[in-house]
């Protein structure tokens, strides 16, 4: 490969707008950044890449506000989140609530343009978490993938002005 297929290449693999595109990918790159791929981390993705297609922001330009409740084993789902938009801590895109979920939700996340405008709520129930558990102990990171990105009834989502 000549030098410019090498910038070309590295151009592709560190741009902030491209993203993990096979399930592989996004598995090791769930891994890196979160420690394991759980079955949370899809779920966080599948939610964030929802929230992309649907709200009229360019990457990086998502908002994301994620309320845990107390009863949620950890905030798994905003690091998938994180990952498939873009938003970050640092970066002050990513805000994790001092405000608690109900009590009957594991997290709620709404996502919005940056620079205001109606966005998405996200609400993860309670009875997801059995299912999730199940997939945690039956199942690989990339199967992990393919069953929530083919669940049903693992999120609820609203409209938010």
Known sequence: MRLGGWFLAALLLFSPSVRAETPEDWAK???RVHGGFGAF????????LDAASKIPAAPRELAVTYYDN????CACFADGVAIATLASVGQRSLTIAAEKAPPDVAAVIIIRPRKGGPGLR???PMSALPRLAQMNQSLEPVARFHAVMEAQ???DVTPVE
Request: glycine share 20%; aromatic share 10%.
């Open 29 to 31: 790159l769930g891994a």
């Open 41 to 48: 981390i899809p779920v966080g993705i599948r939610i964030g």
């Open 70 to 73: 107390e009863r949620s084993p």
């Open 122 to 124: 996200y609400a993860i």
């Open 153 to 155: 009834g693992l999120f």
